[in-house]
């Protein structure tokens, strides 16, 4: 076990090991019960260019329809307007067609998934090695039944948070689960679970806020001596806290630190270094799905979208631009948007294409940021104090 924390520690949010330069591990993939190979190169630059809008999205907003409920009550919601008992109503199939009732259907009796917490109960350090990191565990599953959109107030949802309250345990330390464990990307997405399906997560809030860096923002590395915040455990723990924030209002500490931390990527541009202005790591750019721990500029604009539905929320940042900007040129002539790319490891079932090929769920979430960011434009941006001074 002394093994499996240490692996743990060392890479929940940081890139996994590579063969040689430019061939990642990390790529590879595999369902369960089926054998992967061993190790795969990046998937293929995608060419992109910058394209007129399209002229009648009909079309893709068609595609989008044409597909599982977790995607469709979302087009229904946030592209078309459909008045809420609609969605709503879509949204409930989650629990019984599709993707989310597949996922339901992998739990186990005792209310966790593959047996364990972060880690599956057979995970064996030499297929992090060979495969990648796992995605089947309990942590994971929750955090996509609720990106897929499980209603949090229906029977299977609160069987799933009651059992998994009384069995899970951390990998780290056998902490409960909902109690949170070490590392501040877990313990953001855990927050973010637990707010959205009803579960009191504020001692984890607590923690969050008193673990911000100097900086303004998270990184789970910080406990092996780091000082400075990543992209990637920010906008985990944001993600929590605006969760946190729309379930329970937050406290005026939870929110003044989602703020830092927004104001970390922002004086970023959500993707270059602080320090010369170069792009901090070109992932940033390539749009990954499922998110997983990973962070990309598409997954922090939605996050910016998100947080602007809360009430009171101020306008888009002007220095959002140049990342909206590059999701704009990604689009393809079609319309739709290309998956950049998919977590090696272990999962239960696909849920997206291959890397390069139109994605749904990467096209949904650009289609909803670009239509808040074109709203936004004819009520004027919130600018930062560096660009009112230009």
């Not at 998937?43 to 469709?72: E, N, Q």
Request: charged share 30%.
């Amino acid at each position: 076990m002394r093994i499996l924390k240490s692996t743990k520690r060392t890479w929940c949010c940081t890139t996994p090991p590579t063969t040689k330069r430019g061939h990642s591990t990390a790529h590879t993939r595999t369902e369960v019960h089926k054998t992967a190979p061993s190790s795969a190169q990046w998937p293929a630059k995608v060419t992109v260019t910058r394209l007129a809008p399209v002229a009648d999205p009909g079309p893709v907003i068609a595609w989008l329809l044409d597909s599982d409920p977790s995607i469709r009550w979302q087009v229904m919601r946030d592209l078309l307007d459909a008045p809420e008992p609609e969605w709503r109503a879509e949204r409930a199939k989650v629990e019984t067609e599709g993707w989310g009732a597949r996922l339901l259907s992998y739990e186990d009796e005792d209310g966790q998934w593959a047996g364990g917490a972060f880690i599956p109960r057979d995970f064996d350090f030499k297929e992090w090695e060979e495969v990648g990191q796992p995605w089947t565990a309990t942590t994971y599953a929750l955090s996509q039944l609720r990106e897929l959109g499980l209603d949090p107030t229906s029977e299977r949802a609160r069987r799933a948070v009651e059992l998994v309250g009384a069995n899970a345990r951390w990998d780290h330390a056998g902490q409960p689960y909902w109690e949170g464990e070490v590392e501040e990307c877990i313990n953001g997405r855990t927050v973010a679970d637990g707010a959205y399906f009803g579960v009191d997560v504020s001692a984890i809030v607590d923690r969050l806020v008193g673990e911000r860096l100097d900086d303004g923002g998270w990184n789970c590395e910080r406990a092996n001596g780091s000082l400075r915040s990543s992209f990637a455990t920010t906008i985990n723990v944001l993600e929590g806290l605006l969760e946190y924030e729309r379930a329970t209002g937050g406290t005026p500490e939870s929110r003044e630190a989602r703020m830092s931390g927004e104001g970390y990527l922002l004086e970023r541009r959500l993707f270059r270094r602080l320090s010369t202005g170069e792009v901090a790591d070109a992932q940033f750019l390539r749009f990954v799905h499922p998110s997983r721990w990973y962070y990309d500029i598409l997954r922090a604009l939605d996050y910016f979208r998100d947080a602007g539905t809360l009430a009171g929320a101020a306008p888009p940042d002007g220095r959002l631009d140049e990342a909206v900007s590059h999701v704009r040129a990604r689009r393809l002539e079609e319309g739709a948007w290309p998956l950049g790319w998919t977590p090696a490891g272990r999962v239960w079932f696909d849920v997206d294409g291959a890397a390069g090929e139109p994605s749904r769920w990467v096209t949904l979430r650009a289609m909803r940021v670009l239509e808040w960011w074109e709203d936004a434009r004819s009520s004027g941006f919130t600018k930062s104090a560096e660009d009112r001074a230009r």
